[in-house]
């Protein structure tokens, strides 16, 4: 998945189209899209005419937006130093002839947005006036009206984990539309986008809703989207998606594409989500989300099987962190979330999604199975910390020296590894030193993995700790060959296995048992 973010700008979205009647508006300022003022009629056949009278009514509230910044990187060394072009070159370099001083140069980016209000609040995406690049900073924003107008707008707020901005320009009587009402929006419905792809000016564009409730696979609470085809370019981010009442349905915001150009899978923030970030923001408050303290990780259809579950209906835990609201209720690594506060968890309406739009401080009732029991659990919501904080959770693995025995070496007990495809050693402390583990990390270590085996095709490598086998903790290789054995006797032909990562989180994983 390739997303058209940062300084380049972003994405559009679809269209629709309609003949529209336009009804003058009465004396006092009202929205753009306020009810009535726009009407849409279709000839019998479905299909709309003309977007053009609701592009006329709508289109003046929908403005460029572009950054200018600065951005600070240490110079490349001269290639000349020493040689009679030396001081030439770093005269060209400006550098005096070292060339190795640090750079300051001006890069922009552009996007769009919309007017939300006629005294000038402005919505957006954060990747859009965010810094592009490391060393970056935003000098100013502006905003761009279609007559080429210009404002230097003011951040008012920005949430990165939505990716959602607020500006304010100094004006009045601006025209404005409003957020609309996604649940109403169904597949199928046509949809109208406008904004300013590749910095050209005010475009639209007109499409379909192709999805909805649509989740990217992206890390984080707000991974749902509405999906359209219609063409989504760079700069298009944070512009409008219309439905054909003129409301506000949508912020665009991303791309799938494998060249970087539009190839009709778009994303847009629904309103739904977008609007409370966004009143949150214009009250000039943080924004704050529900967090359980857990890792976790999708039932994906190996997973399920291993554990004789349904797919796609909950979601495995694979950490629990000390303290949180997860740790308090009881929850545990290896229990499945099926529903929060009676809401059912699906690839549709992620835990994530659903933790993160409650309260914190609030209790919520969990429903959980546990070894193939169900089990009901109450939780007080605590406070999601930030992305990178999260980030910082998640670790990272290095391979290197591990102090293992070679692949040679042989232990008692290896049939059950033998039939992950895995050879295994225990986890001494001067192993788990090696490692890098925590003291608190025990199981067996694995020296070698048959490539052919579905370990290896599901990653495993040397210095991985088999913690358990389905939800059963090895801490030899006798307890390995039990698991599988065990497995075997109930006509199962996988085993889930959690796995620790050295200097890095764990995770389950369904493992095929080799005949």
């Given at each position: 998945m390739r997303y058209a973010y940062a300084i380049t700008g972003a994405l559009l979205l679809s269209g629709t189209a309609a003949t529209m009647i336009y009804h003058p508006a009465a004396s006092a300022q009202v929205a753009q899209n306020e009810p009535g003022a726009i009407q849409a009629t279709?000839?019998?056949?479905?299909?709309?005419?003309?977007?053009?009278?609701m592009v006329a009514k709508l289109q003046p509230a929908v403005v460029n937006i572009s950054t200018t910044q600065k951005i600070t990187q240490q110079a490349q060394p001269n290639p000349f130093q020493g040689t009679p072009l030396g001081d030439l070159f770093g005269q060209f370099n400006g550098q005096g002839g070292g060339g190795s001083g640090p750079v300051t140069r001006e890069?922009?980016?552009?996007?769009?947005?919309?007017?939300i209000s006629p005294d000038g609040y402005v919505v957006t995406n954060n990747h859009v006036i965010a810094p592009g690049a490391k060393g970056a900073t935003v000098e100013s924003i502006k905003v761009i009206m279609i007559d080429r107008k210009e404002y230097t707008a003011k951040l008012i707020g920005r949430d990165p984990a939505s990716d959602l901005a607020l500006l304010k320009i100094d004006a009045t009587n601006l025209p404005f539309v409003k957020f609309g009402d996604t649940p109403t929006a169904r597949v199928g419905d046509w949809v109208l986008a406008i904004g300013n792809p590749f910095g050209l000016g005010s475009t639209v564009t007109a499409g379909i809703v192709s999805a909805l409730h649509r989740a990217t696979g992206q890390p984080g609470a707000y991974d749902r989207?509405?999906?359209?085809?219609?063409?989504?370019?760079?700069?298009?981010?944070?512009g409008p998606m219309f439905d054909l009442n003129g409301n506000v349905i949508g912020i665009n915001s991303q791309i799938i594409s494998p060249t970087g150009g539009s190839v009709g899978i778009g994303f847009a923030i629904p309103a739904e989500d977008a609007k409370p970030v966004i009143d949150t923001l214009r009250k000039g408050v943080a924004v704050k989300r529900g967090y359980l303290g857990i890792g976790i990780q999708p039932m994906s259809e190996d997973i399920a099987a291993a554990l004789g579950l349904p797919k796609d209906r909950g979601e495995i835990v694979s950490r629990v962190e000390p303290g949180e609201g997860a740790a308090k209720a009881g929850l545990k690594q290896?229990?499945?979330?099926?529903?929060?506060?009676?809401?059912?968890?699906?690839?549709?309406?992620?835990l994530s999604y659903l933790v993160a739009n409650l309260a914190p401080g609030s209790s919520t009732k969990l429903d959980v199975i546990r070894d193939?029991?169900?089990?009901?659990?109450?939780?007080?919501?605590?406070t999601r910390p930030t992305e990178d904080a999260?980030?910082?959770?998640?670790?990272?693995?290095?391979?290197?020296s591990d102090g293992l025995p070679s692949q040679n070496d042989q232990q008692t007990g290896q049939a059950g590894a033998n039939a992950l495809g895995v050879q295994i050693v225990p986890l001494t402390p001067a192993i788990a030193r090696n490692l890098g583990l925590e003291t608190t990390v025990q199981?067996?270590?694995?020296?070698?993995?048959?490539?052919?085996?579905?370990?290896?095709?599901?990653?495993?490598?040397?210095g991985d700790v088999i913690v358990s086998i389905n939800r059963v903790p090895t801490r030899t290789?006798?307890?390995?060959?039990?698991?599988?054995?065990?497995?075997k006797a109930a006509g199962r032909d996988q085993v889930l296995v959690f796995l620790q990562r050295p200097r890095g989180v764990g995770g389950f994983f369904a493992i095929k048992i080799k005949k």
């Open positions: 279709a000839p019998k056949s479905g299909a709309p005419m003309s977007f053009a009278d890069a922009q980016s552009l996007g769009s947005g919309f007017i989207f509405i999906q359209t085809d219609a063409s989504i370019n760079q700069g298009n981010s944070g290896g229990d499945v979330v099926v529903r929060v506060s009676g809401k059912d968890v699906t690839p549709d309406q992620t193939g029991k169900p089990l009901a659990l109450t939780a007080t919501i605590g999260l980030a910082a959770l998640n670790g990272s693995g290095d391979e290197e199981g067996v270590v694995i020296a070698t993995v048959d490539p052919s085996s579905d370990a290896a095709t599901k990653g495993f490598k040397r290789a006798n307890d390995v060959a039990s698991a599988i054995a065990a497995a």
